[in-house]
């Protein structure tokens, strides 16, 4: 039995301008013949939902975040389960934001909460 591979394409506007916000392939599971293609889950690996939930920070903050001087994103760190801090370096700080996501079998990501923090360097 051969696995087939699904692509789900989300796409989002900013400021005029169309951005991919989330692409999530998604491996099926083998399955018998006969059953119906309703039947049918797909699941993704970690790597796949990181790369998701990156993807959905990044549109984020394309959308949100006004600080568009300084240095860019330094860094985005997993600091636990579906919690990500992402470090803007400022000239004379570093900004945070601490995103706290969900992501279902389908590749939907919802941000849970977020947080907005500032470093002295």
């Given at each position: 039995m051969?696995?087939?591979v699904h692509r789900?394409?989300?796409?989002?506007?900013?400021?005029?301008?169309?951005?991919?916000?989330?692409?999530v392939?998604?491996?099926?599971q083998p399955r018998p013949a006969t059953a119906p293609d309703s039947k049918?889950?797909?699941?993704?690996?970690?790597?796949q939902q990181s790369k998701c939930m990156i993807e959905a920070i990044l549109?984020?903050?394309?959308?949100?975040?006004?600080q568009t001087g300084g240095g860019g994103i330094g860094s985005i760190v997993l600091d636990s389960t579906n919690v990500y801090t992402v470090s803007i370096l400022q000239e004379e700080r570093i900004d945070t934001?601490?995103?706290?996501l969900n992501i279902n079998t389908a590749g939907t990501v919802r941000i849970l909460r977020k947080s907005a923090g500032a470093l002295n360097p």
């Open positions: 051969a696995n087939i789900i394409l989300l796409k989002a506007v900013v400021g005029g301008v169309l951005m991919q916000a989330c692409v392939p998604a491996i099926s049918r889950k797909c699941l993704m690996n970690v790597i549109a984020d903050i394309a959308n949100t975040y006004q934001l601490t995103y706290e």
